[in-house]
C-alpha cells in the first residue's frame, strides 16, 4: 500500500470531471526509435483518487537485440524464454481498459505501446493519457527538472531500481497520487490528451508480396506536398491572443491525432504548415517542449513561441482572418 503523501485531507468535492480510474505505466525498451520494441512492462491500477489497486510485472521477448542492457539490464538470455507481447497483449489490456494511462513522457509510453498493438493486429483500450512531466507544470512544482528521480525526490518517494519497469511505475504512482490530490484541490483541470490506436499495418501484396498485414516502420507518415498558403505571415504568436490566418506553424514530436489530420485541421483555418523551424515560425506545437529535436531546440534559440497539441486544438477554434479575409469554419 503506497502511503499518503499529500499535505493536506482530501477535498471534500472532488471534481465530478475527474476520471474514475487510472493505470500508471512504465515500459522497459531496446531503444527509442519507431521499430524499437518492447522488453518489459509495469501496471500500477489506482482509483479515481489514487489510491492502488493492484500492480502488474512482465518481460517480454523483443524478438532481437536487447538494446542498451548497460541501462535497462535486461539481457538476450533474461528474455529468451519470456512471452511475445501478442502473448501477454490480452492481460495488459485488462489492465488499461476503461483507465487513464498515466506515464512520465507519457506520448513515448503510448507510442510503444499502441506500435505493439499494431504489431499484433489489435488495439490497446486506452482513450486518454497523462503525463506527470505536464501535470507537474500545470501545478507549478519546483523541480529543477522534469527526471522521475527529481519528481520523486521532491515527494519524498524513494527510488530503488531506476529503468525497471516495476519500481519505475511503483515510483510514478507515489509521486502521481499527491499530485493528484493537489490538483483536486486546487480545482485544476487535468492536462488529458487523446489516444488514438496507430494504425501501421499493410496488407499490400506490393511490399514483400505477404498475405498476411504487415508491420512497415518506414511508411510512418508520407511526406504530402500542400497548396502555397494565401495569407501572408503576420509575425509570431503571442500568448493570450488568438491565432491569425497566414501564421506559420511547425510540429515536432508524436501527437494524438494524426499528424496529416492535425495538418490539414491548420491548413483549412488559414495557417501555413512548415517543415522546418526559422526565425519566421510563428508557432511551435510539440507534446514534448524538454526534448532535444532540432525544431525544439531551434525554437529556444530563436524564442519561438510553444504551446502543446491540446492548447493548439483550442486555439484552431477561433482562428482570426487575415486583413480582408472571412473567418475559417471552426473544426472540433
Not at 18 to 39: F, K, N, S
Not at 136 to 154: M, W
Not at 170 to 194: C, D, M, Q, T
Request: charged fraction near 25%; aromatic fraction near 6%.
Amino acid at each position: 500500500m503506497l502511503e499518503d503523501r499529500t499535505t493536506a485531507a482530501a477535498p471534500a468535492a472532488w471534481p465530478a470531471a475527474y476520471p474514475e480510474g487510472y493505470a500508471v505505466v512504465d515500459v522497459e525498451t531496446t531503444g527509442l526509435a519507431r521499430d524499437d520494441r518492447i522488453i518489459s512492462a509495469a501496471v500500477y491500477r489506482l482509483d479515481a483518487r489514487g489510491e492502488v489497486e493492484d500492480h502488474w510485472y512482465t518481460l517480454v521477448n523483443p524478438e532481437r537485440d536487447p538494446g542498451p542492457v548497460w541501462i535497462h539490464g535486461l539481457t538476450s538470455e533474461a528474455l529468451e524464454g519470456a512471452p511475445l507481447f501478442r502473448d501477454i497483449a490480452g492481460e495488459f489490456a485488462d489492465r488499461l481498459d476503461g483507465r487513464v494511462l498515466v506515464a512520465h513522457n507519457a506520448v513515448f509510453d503510448w507510442s510503444m505501446i499502441a506500435r505493439e498493438y499494431a504489431r499484433a493486429q489489435s488495439e490497446a483500450p486506452v482513450r486518454q493519457r497523462l503525463c506527470t512531466i505536464a501535470l507537474s507544470k500545470e501545478l507549478g512544482l519546483p523541480l529543477a527538472n522534469h527526471k522521475l528521480e527529481t519528481l520523486a525526490a521532491h515527494f519524498g518517494v524513494v527510488q530503488r531500481r531506476a529503468h525497471h519497469a516495476l519500481d519505475d511505475a511503483r515510483v510514478l504512482a507515489e509521486a502521481f497520487r499527491p499530485s493528484l490530490h493537489a490538483a483536486a484541490r486546487g480545482g485544476l483541470r487535468l492536462p488529458l490528451l487523446e489516444c488514438r490506436p496507430l494504425v501501421e499495418w499493410s496488407a499490400s501484396p506490393a511490399i514483400g508480396r505477404q498475405s498476411s498485414p504487415a508491420y512497415h516502420p518506414g511508411s510512418w507518415r508520407p511526406s504530402r506536398k500542400r497548396p502555397a498558403c494565401p495569407y501572408p505571415n503576420p509575425g509570431r504568436y503571442e500568448e493570450g491572443k488568438r491565432l491569425k490566418q497566414g501564421m506559420r506553424v511547425a510540429f515536432s514530436g508524436d501527437t494524438s491525432v494524426d499528424r496529416e489530420l492535425l495538418e490539414d485541421r491548420a491548413v483549412e483555418a488559414g495557417l501555413h504548415v512548415a517543415t522546418s523551424l526559422s526565425r519566421l515560425t510563428s508557432l511551435l506545437v510539440t507534446n514534448d517542449p524538454d526534448s532535444g529535436t532540432s525544431k525544439v531546440v531551434k525554437a529556444r534559440q530563436y524564442g519561438t513561441p510553444v504551446v502543446d497539441e491540446a492548447a493548439f486544438g483550442q486555439l484552431l477554434r477561433d482562428v482570426e482572418p487575415a486583413a480582408g479575409g472571412a473567418a475559417p469554419a471552426a473544426k472540433e
